[in-house]
């Protein structure tokens, strides 16, 4: 029996599931390039800043009761703390199950990326769109939108809310979507972005041009998790003492 075989004997033995294990790294290299060519001109009062504005002033003179409603629950779809805690859910029940330390240590090492893009916020700050104050108005205009403009608070590039639709409900079919139908698989997939996009724009809790810097890091955090054949790769022997006596 070869190595990779007896790594994943047992009744309860986890796969990944990743239905073509990302190889190349081109899109890597076109997400990365994707988010500096919408990074750079947020630096000046550039057209696109300008879009940023004009989308957010449609979208607060465009907002009934009822929608505003719709658009906060929606939101939660991208709430990264009760996300994070469910991925961490099912990785440790399956984890219990099989005796199996690798989907914690492959949740850790997604939670590890997701994480580290609050760096990402702090180095690249921009005010967020309703900047003073929400309940009162004129907000910010476009010379104060920019990044690196100085004001406070900041933290609005790129959408975490948008980030962690990727990167968690990816993790979740990652752990567990070898049960699921392909179409329950894409649409859990797809429709939480699409969703949280339009939300978190449409009540100015984020700029339009945060959400697909979001996407793109998430993109690549989430093809980063999927390129680790975490079922078979060779762990340190402290996080699996059993193999002392394979």
């Not at 986890?14 to 001109?41: D, H, M, N, Q, Y």
């Not at 929400?134 to 975490?160: I, R």
């Amino acid at each position: 029996m070869i190595a990779a075989d007896r790594r994943r004997t047992g009744a309860q033995a986890w796969r990944p599931f990743v239905p073509k294990r990302p190889r190349s790294w081109i899109p890597e290299i076109a997400l990365a390039i994707g988010f500096i060519l919408i990074t750079v001109p947020l630096t000046w009062p550039s057209p696109l800043v300008d879009l940023d504005i004009w989308i957010r002033d449609l979208a607060d003179a465009n907002r009934p009761d009822w929608a505003n409603l719709i658009a906060l629950q929606t939101n939660r779809l991208g709430q990264g703390g009760l996300l994070g805690g469910i991925a961490l859910g099912i990785a440790a029940i399956l984890a219990w199950r099989g005796r199996n330390v690798r989907p914690l240590v492959a949740f850790l090492a997604a939670y590890g990326m997701a994480g580290a893009v609050l760096a990402l916020k702090y180095t690249l700050p921009r005010i967020y769109p309703h900047w003073p104050e929400a309940s009162q108005p004129p907000y910010a205009d476009a010379a104060q939108a920019v990044l690196f403009s100085g004001l406070e608070p900041s933290g609005a590039y790129p959408s975490g809310h948008v980030l962690n639709t990727i990167v968690w409900y990816g993790v979740i079919v990652f752990l567990i979507g070898a049960h699921w139908n392909p179409t329950a698989r894409r649409l859990f997939l797809l429709l939480p972005p699409i969703i949280v996009t339009c939300s978190t724009t449409y009540l100015g809790f984020h700029w339009f041009t945060d959400t697909p810097a979001g996407l793109f890091i998430g993109i690549a955090i989430l093809r980063t998790v999927q390129r680790i054949p975490w079922d078979t790769v060779t762990l340190p022997i402290w996080l699996e003492p059993e193999r002392r006596y394979r």
